[in-house]
């Protein structure tokens, strides 16, 4: 069973910047593709972004391309979610999450993914 645990979320001001990990333990981390998925109050959750299993194939919602950047380090089981330029509308718990899937389309649909993390809160906020 993959455990995964997130952390760095915190209160920023706008145009700030964290860095999201994402922990992960159990399972073979090497094969998965990793996900960051966000949820903001009153919304369904929706796709952040994903990355590969070698870390050379990514997707980003338009929302946050340009501003974010995901990245995994294999040896350390863990994955990043770098986050600059925040903007207020980027509040939400931030979820990490497994799937134990090739790379495709479906990277980016929350329901095929096998494993999530508890989430972590980031607020961007004056």
């Known amino acids: 069973q993959v455990q995964l645990v997130e952390s760095g979320g915190g209160l920023v001001q706008p145009g700030g910047s964290l860095r999201l990990s994402c922990a992960a333990s159990?399972?073979?981390?090497?094969?998965?593709?990793m996900g960051w998925f966000r949820q903001a109050p009153g919304k369904e959750r929706e796709f952040v972004a994903a990355?590969?299993?070698?870390?050379?194939?990514?997707a980003y919602a338009n929302s946050v391309k340009g501003r974010f950047t995901i990245s995994r380090n294999n040896a350390k089981t863990t994955a990043y979610l770098q986050m600059n330029s925040l903007r207020p509308d980027d509040t939400a718990v931030y979820y990490c999450?497994?799937?134990?899937?090739?790379?495709?389309?479906?990277?980016?649909?929350?329901?095929?993914?096998?494993?999530w993390g508890q989430g972590t809160q980031v607020t961007v906020s004056s």
């Open positions: 999450a497994a799937m134990n899937t090739a790379w495709g389309p479906s990277a980016s649909e929350a329901y095929d993914y096998d494993y």
């Open positions: 990355l590969n299993w070698s870390g050379d194939n990514a």
């Open positions: 159990g399972g073979t981390f090497n094969t998965y593709v």
